[in-house]
């Protein structure tokens, strides 16, 4: 006997800081709302990134929720840069003191939603069997997530007899790396976190490099109870420092220019940066990325600092970021990142120069020398943004599928809605400037303005709304008229979803900043919800 279809008002996709937030809104609204997420627990990325050294590049006392000042009070972070576990510990936290679990259904991947325009309802399916009806829907999948985990494109993979495993989807259990010869490629954020704490048990261990990072020391330490005293003090301010920050941090804008200061001062103050640790390096001087002298300097000064700690000069020559400028990939943090070449067991492998041509059975095959591996790790990102999407059988009205619209590059209205779906709000979607950002700050606008325009609908009447076609693309093409004057375009990325072969050259993500992309998002508000079209 098929199990009926359990009637809600909405349902929520994923159980990360989006889903958790967005569950708390709608149940206060009085709701009936349920969230599928595909893992056993809470934490979205912080549940599937589990390989070695991963933690995260903003420091803890912003990176959390704001909406709750007992949560901030309640809540003490132990370190300056949370690893994963705290990170997964403080969203169960949340969860938890919020009572929410109880409204959350996990092991349950959803695989389709398709929209019936004559009951103007939503049929969510998910890898269990289990359906679901709403007038709603929220993704809150993120843009980084376990779902499009993007695999090289390096024929034989099939045929590799040892362990191999994607840092995006990294096995519970954990990983034994004891006596074993492993191979890291990618060497991005991931990697780099990643590699150190592999070195630390292998037999032997080779990067497989192809773009060498710009990379700031995080300078991670535990949190005096003094601080977190000052810190907790201070929520109100910071709250407000980080809604009014571009990249929702709560720092002051730099405050010295470079043309201003003599070269020896610029050199000292880069030197203090550099041992206060941290991503603020491009926050140092106002002319930032776009003066060509200033990043000159800066892009030298992170030169002269591989070379002052890697030893061995060849490892140095592969390891120093060049061939594009810094601030056109994503700044990475490292804790003995460098230092970690420095041993004999560590080698690092310049495929940029001289491509991998094929995984064996025992190795990797790089310009006809074969480097054997027990254990292959894929630090290799994914299909971002508009991948999590597309793995999704997402239809709206007419049977459209989302996946199609999307196959040409990202295209949504402030990054939340999509024309021709009605009803499904997305956060953090394509269009929408959380990946440049300290991404719960971005996620909790995203949800707080998606709860108003539904509380908006249900005080109203409405039961249908969607964005107009021409609102759509009016902001689809300015996210890439954004870009097209901004560093990114100076190297292939992520964010222009260079790294999956056939993916369109489009980047992503809205570059206005958060506070822009919040003022944006009010006067839409205040000229009653512009841009999107309302059905009774």
Known sequence: MTKSAEELDAIVIGAGFSGIYMLHKLREMGLRTRVFEAGEGVGGAWYW????????????????????????????????FPAQPEIERYLNFVTDRLDLRKDMTFNSRVTSAVYDEETKRWTVEASTGEKATARYVVTAIGGLTSTATNLPNIPGIEDFKGEWYHTGNWPKEGVDFS?????????????????????KTAKHLTVFQRTPAYIMPAKNHPLSEEYVEEVKANYPEIKEKVRSHWGGQPYDAPAYSFKEVSLDEAERLQEEYWNNGGLRVIQLFKEGTQDPATREF??????????????????????EPKGYPMGAKRIALDTNYYETFN???????????????????TGVMVGGKEYPIDILVLATGYDAVTGPFRKMDIRGRGGIKLAERLEDGPRAYLGM??????????????????????????????????????????????????????????????????????VF?????????????????????????????????KEVTDADYAGFKFTR
């Open 49 to 80: 990134n589990r390989y070695p050294g991963a933690r995260c590049d903003s420091e803890s006392y912003f990176y959390c929720f704001f909406f709750s000042d007992e949560i901030l009070q309640e809540w003490t972070w132990s370190e300056r």
């Open 417 to 486: 809605s999509f024309a021709g779906f009605p009803n499904l709000l997305a956060i953090s979607g394509p269009c929408n400037p959380a990946l440049s950002t300290n991404v719960p700050a971005s996620i909790e606008h995203d949800v707080e303005w998606i709860a108003d325009l539904i509380e908006h609908c249900e005080k109203e009447g409405f039961a249908v709304v969607e964005p107009t076609q021409e609102a759509e693309d009016e902001w689809t093409e300015e996210t890439q008229t954004k870009a097209v004057n901004s």
């Open 489 to 521: 375009t100076e190297a292939d990325s992520w964010q222009f979803g260079s790294n999956v072969p056939g993916k369109p050259r489009r980047f992503l993500i809205w570059l206005g900043g958060l506070h822009k992309f919040r003022e944006r998002c």
């Open 179 to 199: 006596g074993k010869r492993v191979g890291v490629i990618g060497t991005g954020s991931t990697g780099i976190q990643a590699v150190p704490e592999i070195a």
């Open 343 to 361: 041993l004999p067991h560590v080698d690092v492998v310049n495929v940029k120069k001289t491509p991998i041509t094929n995984f064996t059975e």
């Open 298 to 319: 800066t892009e030298n000064f992170f030169r002269e600092k591989v070379r002052s700690i890697v030893k061995d000069p060849v490892k140095a020559e592969i390891l």
